[in-house]
C-alpha cells in the first residue's frame, strides 16, 4: 500500500481564518513533505520533516507553520493567509533520508484563500 | 545546480500513436530519476523511478523509459495512447547524496485525440 492521504479535498478561508491541513500515511515512511503547486506550475517544495523533526524549510513565510505529532501525520497549519497562497498543497512521503528515495504523494487539499 | 529539462509543454497525440515525452538532466553523476502523472485535480502518480539498476525501467499502464547516460536523458515513452493518458506528466530527479529535495521539470502536458 502505498497511500497517503490528505484532508480536507477542499478548503475556503478568509484572510483572518486559522485553519489547518492534515496528512496521514501508514508505510512506516520516516520522511515527509510539503508542497505548493500553482496552476500549470510543478510542485514547489515547503518544508521537509524527518524523524519528525523539521529537516528543511524552504524559506516559507511563517503565516505557514507545519507541526509532525508522530511518524504518520503531518499538520500544516495556516493563519493570516494572503490570496497568493491559493494553491493545491501537497503532502507526500518517503522511507526516509537513507533508504529508497521515491515520494509518494497524496492527493492534495485545494485551497482558496477569499 | 541540478536542473531538469522536460521539452516541449504541450504533446498531442491521436489514440493508438506512440508518445515519447523528453526529460533531459544536468549531472555528472547519475542521479535517482522519476516520472510522476497527474490528472486535473489530484495530486501526483507516480509512473516509474530509475534507482540505477536497469536502464529500461518499465512502469504502470504501459509506460516505459530508458535512462541514457551518454545523453543524459529519460525520455518515458508507451507505444499506444488512450485516451486516458490525458494528464499532466513530471519528470523529477533527487541528486545523489541530496537527502530530500526532488528537483521537478516544468511538466509536459500529454493531449490524446480521438
Known amino acids: 500500500d502505498t497511500e497517503v492521504t490528505q484532508t480536507p479535498k477542499h478548503l475556503v478561508m478568509g484572510m483572518t481564518n486559522k485553519k489547518s491541513l492534515k496528512c496521514e500515511q501508514h508505510m512506516g515512511h520516516r520522511a515527509m513533505y510539503w508542497y505548493k503547486q500553482k496552476a500549470k506550475k510543478p510542485p514547489e517544495l515547503m518544508f521537509v520533516?524527518?524523524?519528525?523533526?523539521?529537516?528543511i524549510n524552504e524559506s516559507v513565510p511563517s503565516r505557514f507553520s507545519p507541526e509532525c505529532p508522530n511518524s504518520s501525520l503531518l499538520n500544516l497549519h495556516l493563519h493570516a493567509l494572503q490570496p497568493e497562497d491559493s494553491a493545491l498543497y501537497l503532502c507526500?512521503?518517503?522511507?526516509?533520508?537513507?533508504?529508497?528515495?521515491?515520494?509518494?504523494f497524496g492527493p492534495g487539499t485545494r485551497l482558496l484563500v477569499l | 545546480a541540478q536542473s531538469v529539462t522536460q521539452l516541449g509543454s504541450h504533446v498531442s497525440v491521436s489514440e493508438g500513436a506512440l508518445v515519447l515525452l523528453r526529460c533531459n538532466y544536468s549531472?555528472?553523476?547519475?542521479?535517482?530519476l522519476f516520472w510522476y502523472v497527474q490528472y486535473p485535480n489530484q495530486g501526483l502518480q507516480l509512473l516509474l523511478k530509475?534507482?540505477?539498476?536497469?536502464?529500461l525501467v518499465k512502469g504502470i499502464n504501459g509506460f516505459e523509459a530508458e535512462f541514457k547516460k551518454s545523453e543524459t536523458s529519460f525520455h518515458l515513452t508507451k507505444p499506444s495512447a488512450h485516451m486516458s493518458d490525458a494528464a499532466e506528466y513530471f519528470c523529477a530527479v533527487r541528486p545523489l547524496g541530496d537527502t530530500d529535495k526532488l528537483i521537478f521539470g516544468t511538466g509536459t502536458r500529454l493531449q490524446v485525440f480521438p
Open positions: 507526500a512521503s518517503s522511507q526516509d533520508r537513507t533508504g529508497d528515495p521515491t515520494q509518494y
Open positions: 520533516y524527518s524523524y519528525e523533526k523539521l529537516s
Open positions: 530509475y534507482t540505477s539498476a536497469a536502464t
Open positions: 549531472s555528472s553523476v547519475p542521479p535517482y
